[in-house]
Protein backbone atom coordinates (compact mmCIF):
# COMPACT_ATOMS: atom_id res chain seq x y z
CA UNK A 1 0.00 0.00 0.00
CA UNK A 2 1.42 3.37 -0.96
CA UNK A 3 1.07 6.68 1.66
CA UNK A 4 2.66 10.01 1.03
CA UNK A 5 3.76 12.03 4.04
CA UNK A 6 4.13 15.50 3.68
CA UNK A 7 6.22 17.82 6.32
CA UNK A 8 7.13 21.08 6.49
CA UNK A 9 3.87 23.30 6.84
CA UNK A 10 3.36 25.69 9.34
CA UNK A 11 2.84 29.17 10.30
CA UNK A 12 4.81 31.97 9.51
CA UNK A 13 4.67 36.39 8.40
CA UNK A 14 4.33 37.76 4.97
CA UNK A 15 7.45 37.40 3.15
CA UNK A 16 8.65 34.49 4.78
CA UNK A 17 10.15 31.47 3.85
CA UNK A 18 8.71 27.01 4.35
CA UNK A 19 9.89 24.09 3.22
CA UNK A 20 7.79 21.32 2.05
CA UNK A 21 9.09 17.96 1.38
CA UNK A 22 6.75 14.97 0.76
CA UNK A 23 7.98 11.21 0.74
CA UNK A 24 6.44 8.05 -0.27
CA UNK A 25 6.31 4.58 1.19
CA UNK A 26 5.38 1.14 -0.81
CA UNK A 27 5.95 0.41 -3.87
CA UNK A 28 4.50 3.30 -6.48
CA UNK A 29 6.30 1.93 -9.96
CA UNK A 30 7.68 4.42 -12.09
CA UNK A 31 6.87 8.19 -11.26
CA UNK A 32 6.17 10.01 -14.06
CA UNK A 33 5.29 13.43 -12.63
CA UNK A 34 5.41 14.92 -9.37
CA UNK A 35 3.41 17.41 -7.63
CA UNK A 36 2.14 20.04 -5.17
CA UNK A 37 -1.65 21.16 -5.43
CA UNK A 38 -3.17 23.54 -2.30
CA UNK A 39 -6.72 23.92 -1.50
CA UNK A 40 -8.09 27.46 0.53
CA UNK A 41 -11.04 27.50 2.18
CA UNK A 42 -13.96 27.37 0.15
CA UNK A 43 -11.99 27.29 -3.24
CA UNK A 44 -11.34 24.46 -5.65
CA UNK A 45 -7.77 21.85 -5.50
CA UNK A 46 -5.21 23.80 -7.81
CA UNK A 47 -1.94 22.98 -9.07
CA UNK A 48 1.12 25.34 -7.39
CA UNK A 49 3.99 23.49 -9.13
CA UNK A 50 4.27 20.14 -11.10
CA UNK A 51 7.95 18.68 -12.26
CA UNK A 52 7.93 16.23 -14.42
CA UNK A 53 10.22 12.61 -14.59
CA UNK A 54 12.72 14.81 -17.50
CA UNK A 55 12.49 17.80 -14.78
CA UNK A 56 10.82 19.82 -16.54
CA UNK A 57 8.94 22.39 -14.22
CA UNK A 58 5.17 24.26 -14.40
CA UNK A 59 4.47 26.46 -12.06
CA UNK A 60 1.05 28.69 -11.14
CA UNK A 61 1.15 31.97 -12.29
CA UNK A 62 1.08 32.89 -8.81
CA UNK A 63 4.08 31.78 -7.46
CA UNK A 64 6.73 31.98 -9.96
CA UNK A 65 9.68 33.27 -9.28
CA UNK A 66 8.85 32.72 -5.82
CA UNK A 67 8.36 29.13 -5.18
CA UNK A 68 10.89 26.34 -6.58
CA UNK A 69 9.99 22.55 -7.26
CA UNK A 70 12.60 19.99 -7.06
CA UNK A 71 12.53 15.91 -6.62
CA UNK A 72 14.38 14.76 -3.55
CA UNK A 73 17.67 12.78 -3.48
CA UNK A 74 14.97 9.81 -2.75
CA UNK A 75 13.35 8.26 -5.68
CA UNK A 76 10.04 8.43 -4.10
CA UNK A 77 10.31 12.41 -2.96
CA UNK A 78 9.85 15.83 -3.76
CA UNK A 79 10.27 19.26 -2.17
CA UNK A 80 8.49 22.81 -2.48
CA UNK A 81 10.91 25.49 -1.42
CA UNK A 82 8.60 28.72 -0.79
CA UNK A 83 9.77 32.01 -0.28
CA UNK A 84 8.63 35.21 -0.34
CA UNK A 85 5.15 33.91 1.04
CA UNK A 86 1.59 35.91 1.23
CA UNK A 87 -1.28 35.91 2.89
CA UNK A 88 -3.21 34.56 -0.32
CA UNK A 89 -0.81 31.10 -0.03
CA UNK A 90 -2.38 29.94 3.09
CA UNK A 91 -3.95 26.49 2.27
CA UNK A 92 -4.05 23.41 2.59
CA UNK A 93 -0.87 21.51 0.49
CA UNK A 94 -1.01 18.40 -0.97
CA UNK A 95 1.72 16.28 -2.44
CA UNK A 96 0.64 14.09 -5.60
CA UNK A 97 2.70 11.89 -7.36
CA UNK A 98 1.65 10.23 -10.61
CA UNK A 99 2.53 6.76 -12.77
CA UNK A 100 1.42 6.11 -15.87
CA UNK A 101 -1.78 4.20 -13.95
CA UNK A 102 -2.65 5.94 -10.39
CA UNK A 103 -2.33 9.02 -8.92
CA UNK A 104 -1.61 9.20 -5.21
CA UNK A 105 -2.15 11.89 -2.61
CA UNK A 106 -0.95 13.14 0.48
CA UNK A 107 -2.66 13.93 3.36
CA UNK A 108 -2.42 17.69 3.07
CA UNK A 109 -0.49 20.45 5.11
CA UNK A 110 -1.14 23.48 6.13
CA UNK A 111 0.18 26.52 5.13
CA UNK A 112 -0.57 29.52 7.03
CA UNK A 113 0.66 32.92 5.86
CA UNK A 114 -0.40 35.84 8.63
CA UNK A 115 0.75 38.87 9.98
Known amino acids: QVQLVESGGGSVQPGGSLRLSCAAS????????RGWYRQAPGKQRELVAV???????VYADSVKGRFTISRGNAQNTVNLQMNGLEPEDTAVYYC?????????WGQGTQVTVSS
Open 96 to 104: NLRTTRFGY
Open 26 to 33: GSIGNIVA
Open 51 to 57: IMSGLST
